[in-house]
């Protein structure tokens, strides 16, 4: 049985104390990976590369060292914005990397062209993140919903199966966690991207080998905040998912 504290009028149970306890600990690491993104960044931003190369050069390179074409270099306001846009075929680069011949810009950048080359060579992880956009977008505008009617179902409306409204509810159970896979997949496209943007700098004499750190300093405090999402993501679910089942009083089953 959980525990349950009184304050006034409320009663929270024991469960909700740990839910909090790790939403806290999630926004603590989410706020450490955005400092070190922007520390990193700003660091290695102040370290011109011995190449001269900015961002956009950079970008240009990349595509027709890898045999790119079709796609298009954007500029866009603010720092650290950069993505790509493959529907609009166009890499947008930020303010602080278009025209920056930084460490960090070229590595931010090269990053970008990561993703091209993903979508290019048909990369698994990337084609299903693509594939589960649309999925995870219907899912989460029906999770709150199905929950809702598997309630009805269950305490109103009279049906054959008595578990229907329970199975109803995990529906939307199952659809709620897809945010939780789509955070999931996206690490490991994100690191590829990284490992490969390190790999072209420094084969298409970008960057030289000493320069690398830095690169690699500014990639790995980005995907710290891809995992931050992934922690946060499944702490939410889980979170649901218990809730859900109390609701029903499966919990204990």
Same mark, same amino acid.
């Given at each position: ?11 929270? !149970? ?8 790790? +939403? ?48 298009? +270099? ?15 075929? %166009?890499?947008?680069? #930020? ?42 977008? &219907? ?11 598997? +309630? ?18 995990? +529906? ?16 490991? %496209? ?11 700098? &420094? ?14 300093? &500014?990639? !790995? ?7 931050? #999402? ?13 809730? &859900? ?5 499966? #919990?204990?089953?």
């Amino acid at each position: 049985m959980p525990y349950y504290y009184g304050y006034g009028y409320g009663y929270y !149970s024991q469960e909700y104390f740990w839910f909090l306890g790790a +939403i806290l600990l999630c926004m603590l690491f989410s706020g450490i990976a955005s400092y070190k993104v922007k520390s990193s960044f700003e660091k290695y931003d102040k370290v011109r590369t011995r190449t001269g190369t900015t961002g956009s050069t950079a970008v240009r390179r990349l595509f027709q060292a890898n045999g790119v074409y079709g796609i298009s +270099i954007g500029k866009v306001a603010g720092q650290l914005s950069d993505h790509y846009h493959p529907k609009k075929a %166009v890499v947008n680069l #930020s303010e602080s990397t278009h025209d920056s011949c930084s460490v960090a810009a070229v590595a931010v950048a090269a990053h970008e062209v990561g993703h091209v080359m993903q979508k290019q060579e048909r990369y698994w992880f990337y084609n299903l993140r693509t594939a589960l956009v649309p999925v995870v977008n &219907v899912g989460t505008f029906l999770a709150i919903p199905l929950v809702l009617l598997g +309630i009805l179902m269950e305490t109103v409306i009279q049906v054959s199966d008595p578990d229907l409204g329970f199975k109803v509810a995990m +529906i939307g159970v199952v659809l709620y966690g897809g945010s939780m896979v789509f955070a999931l997949v996206t690490l490991p %496209v994100e690191l590829d991207a990284s490992r490969r943007a390190k790999r072209m700098l &420094v084969q298409e004499g970008i960057l030289y080998e000493d320069e690398l750190p830095g690169a690699s300093k &500014v990639l !790995s405090a980005a995907a710290m905040t891809y995992l931050a #999402s992934l922690v946060t993501s499944m702490v939410y679910f889980l979170r649901f998912l218990f809730y &859900v089942l109390q609701l029903f009083g499966r #919990s204990r089953d």
